[in-house]
């Protein structure tokens, strides 16, 4: 599945699976309804979990090539999961809030796909000290993962930011953080409420809605900085 870079890697940033489906009818194996789905999708980005996030997408999630005559980049769930589940919890920790809503969708289904044309609430509250610890653990935690799989990529990014590249990632986090914030003036805390227009597509895997290709929904870790 394609998946946009702006989505994926600010992701940026921040998503229950309603105990486990257990408030859609116990052990009986059902095929789920696109309305189920974006109800999953409600309380997930709500929970700030990071598993209960990575339960909404199809993986492995595909980005395309940032050097010239590479392959795409290929990320498993468990790659997403570490990318975002130190901000998250510092998030929950800070007591940030992220509330997400869905007003009058519109669904469109076919036996293994489905589009999606919706109004989307969010309700976002969050403090200077929890946006800088959400963050620098974000950037960290990126970083890691890149290291990991795709090392000159990640140097190939950095440079677009750093003459010399810090060898410690939390001064490399710091350093994005301060000039994020050198931009303008922030009103501590951020307290908003944004309501957009938005379409993505789904696509059923073993019964159950995933999200897939070209999704523009917000993940809490990018709504909580938007400015």
Not at 40 to 69: H, R, Y
Request: charged letters at 30%.
């Amino acid at each position: 599945m394609k998946r946009h870079s702006r989505w994926f890697l600010c992701a940026v940033l921040l998503t229950a699976a309603l105990l486990l489906w257990g408030c859609w009818g116990g052990g009986t194996k059902k095929e789920q309804t696109a309305e189920e789905f974006l109800a999953q999708m409600e309380t997930a980005l709500s929970s700030l979990d990071a598993n209960k996030i990575a339960d909404l997408f199809a993986f492995p999630i595909l980005l395309d090539p940032v050097l010239p005559g590479q392959d795409e980049l290929k990320f498993e769930r468990q790659h997403f999961v570490r990318m975002i589940q130190g901000a998250l919890t510092a998030a929950k920790e800070g007591g940030a809030v992220f509330e997400v809503k869905f007003v009058e969708p519109k669904y469109q289904e076919k036996s293994d796909s489905a589009v999606v044309e919706t109004q989307v609430y969010m309700k976002v509250k969050i403090d200077e000290d929890t946006a800088h610890n959400v963050f620098v653990a974000f950037v960290n935690d990126l970083i890691d993962v890149f290291m990991e799989l795709y090392e000159e990529v990640l140097k190939e990014i950095l440079k677009e930011f750093f003459d010399e590249i810090p060898d410690d990632f939390t001064e490399i986090a710091e350093q994005l953080w301060d000039a994020l914030m050198a931009g303008e003036s922030v009103e501590w805390p951020v307290e908003k409420e944004i309501t957009e227009e938005v379409f993505f597509e789904l696509t059923k895997v073993n019964g159950k809605w995933k999200l897939s290709s070209e999704v523009d929904v917000e993940l809490p870790l990018t709504a909580l900085f938007r400015r």
